[in-house]
């Protein structure tokens, strides 16, 4: 640990830290659709559910999927869903921070319909926690703009 201190890293969950504050203080715009509530959610896990709320997080997410594996007989094997999440943080006037995250998560084409449907929906929920997670590391990196 010492020699981590000496760079300067410091916990962001460590008492007294800017982040110690921001549980609760964020209210995520409600979602649209399926993946908006697997992203919301993980929001309110890692950022807590609003009860002051002075600052509202917008999200706006884009999804496009793409084929990457195929089998000898030209069919789709695998999917790759890419994703981008373009972010901002408002409190009642003012911008406070925003940013963009990408990822990317994939999922195998199944002989059946459902199958490979139930795949393609857990494919984007884990993508949803990953970019949720990326935004809140950008978030608590920044707290001290908050």
């Known amino acids: 640990m010492t020699a981590l201190a ?6 962001v969950y460590a008492p007294g830290q800017s982040s110690e504050g921001l549980r609760g203080r964020i209210d995520v715009v409600p979602p649209i659709d399926e993946e908006g509530f697997a992203l919301v959610r993980r929001l309110e896990d890692r950022l807590g559910q609003p009860e002051a709320a002075d600052l509202i997080l917008t999200a706006d997410i884009h ?4 084929a990457v594996g195929f089998l000898p007989d030209g069919s789709i094997s695998r999917y790759n869903v890419l994703g981008r999440v373009d972010w901002a943080l408002d409190n009642a006037s003012t911008r406070v921070m925003s ?3 990408r990822s990317f998560t994939g999922y195998s084409a199944t002989s059946t ?3 490979t449907i139930v795949a393609q929906r857990d494919a984007r929920a884990r993508l949803m926690v990953i970019l949720a997670d990326r935004i809140v590391a950008d978030i608590l990196t920044d707290a001290d703009a908050l």
Do not use: H, N
């Not at 000496?6 to 916990?11: K, N, R, S, V």
């Not at 999804?63 to 793409?66: P, R, V």
């Open 99 to 101: 940013g963009s995250e």
């Open 6 to 11: 000496g760079c300067g890293f410091q916990p």
């Open 63 to 66: 999804l496009e999927e793409e």
């Open 113 to 115: 319909t459902v199958a």
